[in-house]
């Protein structure tokens, strides 16, 4: 069975999509929370990175028309050529594998539709990178600017630099990070 979920239509009545999500797993039966934690995807009632990792295979899997693999294949690659390489500060390299990339940009285009061109996902990336000046340090990795998810008390938030840059370049407010400057 195939489920579409609206969150808008959640929203507009009133509820969040965790709140819906729980009415939903009451609505479908009982499972075994046991399982979950054995499994290593739930440890003290929050989502590991391993289940995490799982929520974010099964919403791409479920969703296999967002975008052709091998198009996402060549778009990842012209991400990784525009952010620098190495390392960060921090120890983390600045990239991962495509394979990896090419997940975000997936769950980037389930979140927020397919509507946006290659050719301004490059831009929008060109311009973040361009805008810190040669001074990564306040940079986000590559993944984490196309797509990042965090738990915060209980309520998992996701974010998007790259779709924040997207919106503004829709209302002609693309330009440098002048406020990397000042810091």
């Known amino acids: 069975m195939k489920y579409q979920i609206n969150e808008e239509v959640i929203s507009e009545l009133g509820y969040t999509m965790p709140e819906f999500t729980y009415l939903l797993c009451r609505y479908l039966g009982k499972f075994d929370f046991a399982k979950l934690v054995s499994n290593g995807l739930v440890l003290n009632s929050e989502l590991t990175d391993k289940g995490r990792m799982l929520v974010e295979h099964i919403l791409v899997e479920s969703t296999k028309e967002i975008k052709r693999e091998d198009d996402l294949e060549v778009l990842a690659l012209k991400l990784k050529e525009i952010y620098p390489k190495g390392r960060n500060a921090g120890g983390y390299y600045w990239t991962d594998g495509i394979q990896l990339i090419v997940k975000r940009l997936q769950l980037f285009f389930k979140k927020y539709g397919n509507s946006y061109k290659a050719e301004d996902i490059i831009k929008a990336t060109q311009s ?56």
């Open 128 to 183: 973040y990178v361009d805008g810190f000046n040669g001074n990564y340090t306040l940079m986000r990795l590559l993944k984490y600017f196309i797509w990042k998810e965090a738990t915060n008390h209980g309520e998992v938030e996701s974010s998007s630099d790259l779709y924040t840059i997207l919106e503004n370049m829709k209302d002609g407010e693309v330009g440098s990070n002048t406020w990397i400057d000042v810091v």
